[in-house]
């Protein structure tokens, strides 16, 4: 008979065992982290050991070879260099307004029309007037000079034979045969046609060139052609044209005005040469000379830059403002220009090419007789004198003491002469 088999014992774990183990772990972790710590520490220690070894970062600026321009800034306007008041040369009621302000024109264009009506009327008189004095001219050379000098010829003849018959009776007279009445006929025959005769001769001459006739005539007729000429003068009037190229920057009239000659209607700005007027402070002006160059640019494009040269300085000072006028012509004004549009104005009074520049905020005591800078030597910042030429905004010239490619320190950075630095430039 088969004997059971006996179950398997379960043997109980010990506690204590696990728990030592886990502590056993935590205990190498907390002293790994206590070194990762302290090398961490240890670290910062030594790199900031470094860094004070170094000295603080600081910002340098190069010493650099440029070109130095001194400018001075000011602000104005524009302007062409004249401009045109355009009214009426007649009294006149406005018929039409056939341009706009701010169109650009052309010499001969119309730009207004006036009622004409008294004028085509006059016009027509005129005509008329200088028809009828022609027509007086070719009578007198058709009719009456050619009448004049067939007149002349009958009495020129008459007065031949008045002088045979005196001569005749004249004889008879003296030998007796004829009578004294019959003499005093043949004299007064005769005298009758001597006076003919120079009548004739004078209505030829005056109906002739040079003749009172025709003097008169031609004067008749020279006044009328005047008058006609004055006629139509004044019928163009009527319409006022545009005297030159430009642009019209004023307009005060309308349809139906009734305008006086004289009046100004219109403005024009005429084309081509464009100035600018700016005001420049007075304690500028010694450095101001015709001719200089300058570069401007309008408030509304700041970014479009154009060059100017200044041509013209007032002779007189604003009092008011303390300033000095000054005009700059522009040779090729851009297309974006308008009058009156606002300009900064950068007016170049002295320039030195190939300059050694540095920022005027690296140099200490500018006004005393000793100026000088900080200069990076070596790690260190090192006084160096420096003697200063031409001073441009905020750059100026460094005549002696530096070179190119040196790097010196502003003023605010606060670093001492001696102290070592880790340079950062600018």
Do not use: C
């Not at 190498?28 to 170094?54: H, N, T």
């Not at 003749?211 to 006022?240: C, F, M, P, W």
């Not at 950068?346 to 005027?360: E, F």
């Not at 160096?384 to 001073?391: A, E, F, P, Y």
């Amino acid at each position: 008979m088969d004997q059971p088999v006996p179950a398997a014992k379960t043997v109980p774990r010990d506690p204590s065992k696990g728990a030592g183990r886990r502590d056993l772990a935590a205990a190498l972790w907390r002293r790994k982290w206590r070194i990762a710590v302290l090398v961490l520490v240890l670290s910062g220690a030594g790199w900031g050991l470094l860094r004070w070894r170094a000295g603080p970062e600081v910002v340098v600026y190069p010493v650099v070879k440029a070109e130095l321009v001194r400018a001075v800034v000011a602000t104005g306007h524009v302007e062409t260099p004249y401009r045109v008041s355009i009214g009426s040369q007649i009294t006149g009621t406005v018929k039409e307004v056939l341009v706009e302000e701010g169109q650009a024109v052309r010499q001969g264009q119309p730009l207004i029309a006036l009622d004409g009506t008294e004028l085509d009327s006059a016009v027509v008189q005129a005509e008329g007037a200088v028809a009828q004095a022609d027509a007086r001219m070719r009578q007198l050379r058709e009719l009456s000079r050619p009448a004049a000098e067939e007149a002349q010829k009958q009495a020129r003849a008459n007065l031949d034979n008045a002088r045979t018959a005196f001569d005749r009776a004249d004889k008879l007279a003296k030998s007796g045969a004829g009578t004294q009445a019959a003499l005093d006929e043949a004299t007064r025959a005769l005298n009758v046609a001597l006076t003919l005769s120079r009548t004739a001769e004078l209505q030829v001459y005056t109906t002739s060139p040079g003749g009172s006739d025709y003097v008169i005539a031609e004067t008749q007729l020279s006044q009328a052609k005047a008058n006609l000429a004055t006629a139509h003068a004044r019928l163009g009037y009527a319409t006022i044209t545009a005297p030159r190229d430009g642009v019209l920057i004023t307009r005060s009239v309308e349809r139906g005005t009734v305008v006086q000659a004289g009046k100004t209607l219109l403005v024009l700005a005429p084309a081509g040469a464009i100035q600018l007027v700016v005001q420049i402070d007075e304690k500028n002006l010694r450095l101001l000379q015709p001719g200089q160059d300058a570069i401007a640019s309008a408030d509304a494009y700041p970014d479009q830059r154009f060059p100017a040269r200044l041509t013209y300085i007032n002779p007189s000072v604003d009092i008011t403002r303390a300033s000095v006028e000054v005009k700059l012509t522009v040779p090729d004004p851009p297309a974006y220009l308008r009058q009156d549009m606002t300009v900064s104005v950068d007016i170049a009074v002295d320039r030195r090419p190939d300059a050694v520049v540095v920022p005027a905020r690296t140099v200490h005591a500018p006004a005393s007789a000793a100026p000088f800078v900080l200069v990076v030597r070596e790690g260190r910042a090192r006084e160096q004198k420096v003697r200063l030429g031409l001073w441009a905004g905020d750059q100026v010239q460094v005549l002696e003491g530096l070179t190119p490619g040196e790097e010196v320190l502003p003023v605010a950075s606060g670093v001492r002469a001696g102290q070592r630095i880790r340079p950062v430039l600018r």
